[in-house]
């Protein structure tokens, strides 16, 4: 509440303007880091689903070659 008081006499330059940029200036770190973060995750994410993809693929092409061969 004392927030919303303080910022009621301000002018609009103060309220729309000044106030982010403080914010960006003093959170900018925090936030390029949790972006960052969340960027490498999915990025490892999408690396992983690559990955066993590929391995569904060469095994059931594998079984599927292995099978069509029939018995020894």
Do not use: N, Q, Y
């Not at 106030?19 to 960006?24: D, G, K, M, T, Y």
């Not at 995750?41 to 292995?66: A, N, P, Q, T, Y």
């Amino acid at each position: 509440m004392a927030v919303r008081e303080i910022l009621t006499g301000m002018p609009w330059w103060v309220k729309w303007i000044v106030v982010p940029v403080i914010a960006i200036v003093v959170f900018g770190g925090l936030i390029a880091s949790v972006i960052a973060f969340v960027i490498g995750l999915l990025f490892k994410v999408l690396i992983f689903v690559i990955l066993v993809g590929g391995i569904v693929f060469v095994v059931r092409k594998f079984m599927s070659s292995s099978s069509s061969r029939g018995d020894w």
